[in-house]
């Protein structure tokens, strides 16, 4: 079984930036996905990364403030998010593919955090 945790996640005002972590339990290859869920809404795709780390996709609303990595000697991927927004407040999940390229969509990860609430006040 693969388990992944997420940490950084907080209370912060709008501009501030946080950065999350997701330690995977074991290494293997993966690619890796931040998704959000905000109360009472859908859980909604933010980015993904390739299991190689050289390919990245972002959602409409985050790209060019969030930026997604990975560091696969740590078994760790990272969510970077700069000038926050009251409407990126959500619980924030990492998410785990067997598949190799980049996913964007909810139904293809195999493993999910329990997740970190981000919360942005204005």
């Known amino acids: 079984q693969v388990q992944l945790v997420e940490s950084g996640g907080g209370l912060v005002q709008a501009g501030d930036s946080l950065r999350l972590s997701c330690v995977v339990s074991r290494r293997t290859r993966f690619s890796m996905g931040w998704f959000r869920q905000a109360p009472g809404k859908e859980r909604e795709f933010v980015a993904a990364?390739?299991?190689?780390?050289?390919?990245?996709a972002y959602a409409a609303s985050v790209k060019g403030r969030f930026t997604v990595s990975r560091d696969n000697t740590k078994n760790t991927v990272y969510l970077q998010m700069n000038s926050l927004k009251p409407e990126d407040t959500a619980v924030y999940y990492c998410?785990?593919?067997?598949?190799?390229?980049?996913?964007?969509?909810?139904?293809?990860?195999?493993?999910w955090g329990q997740g970190t609430q981000v919360t942005v006040s204005s």
């Open positions: 998410a785990a593919s067997a598949a190799i390229m980049k996913i964007t969509t909810v139904r293809d990860y195999d493993f």
């Open positions: 990364i390739n299991t190689p780390g050289d390919d990245t």
